[in-house]
């Protein structure tokens, strides 16, 4: 019965990375086979082999994350939110952790805060969350009544984010939220004080912002406004 789960699991893990990949269908293997040989045979279409690249090494790490117990949020957990989004994109959001819905689904940023974050997106930033962005948490299990994830609970799974950013190599990264923000700088960020300024993670620029939910409980036209203040900068800085 556990074999069957994790069997379950590793098929859903392959379906998103293939979404991650692209494909809107399952493709048969011929279809692979050819996309990796013209992936080969076209040495000078450098932005798919690069594209490509990262694709494989997002694969990789989520290979290696497996059906990860490192921690003690997999007790609870039903499924991993590894990411989603182009592994190829210039601009990576990174929020504090799932919660019911992205637990439920396996898929991060998809429940109330997530329709924010696409509204964010898309409506104000003018993007395509799939294509222009990868969307990913500092960890990858649902901290139970979706509290804020603990040290040993980020200690523990910040090596897989960090991955992740390596093998994405975005223009910008864009935290969101206290916890988000605290892990990428490494101390305690004071995010009303801190949102709209620019700080670098290794040499990637790093904006941090308020985490969508909070948005949401403080619907106030300040805030609002200070989101949107924020973003307008991330877009100057993409389009450099
Ligand atoms: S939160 Fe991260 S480290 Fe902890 S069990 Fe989940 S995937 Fe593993």
Redesign the pocket.
Known sequence: METRKQELRELKNYLIHLKDLGYTEIPCEAELLNNSAFQKTNPSNSANNMASKKSNSLAAVQKV?GD???????EG?KN?V?GSGNPNADLVFVGE?PGADEDEQGLPFVGRSGKKLTEIIEKGMGLNREKDTYICNI???RPPGNRD?EAD?VS??KP?LIQQLQAIKPKVIVALGKPASSTLLGRTVPIVKERGTWHEYEGIKLMLTFHPSYLIRFYTLENRKAVHEDMKKVLKELKK
């Open positions: 994350l990860c117990t490192r921690c003690k949020l997999s957990r991993i590894f952790g960890v990858k299990c994830p609970e523990a799974c897989f």
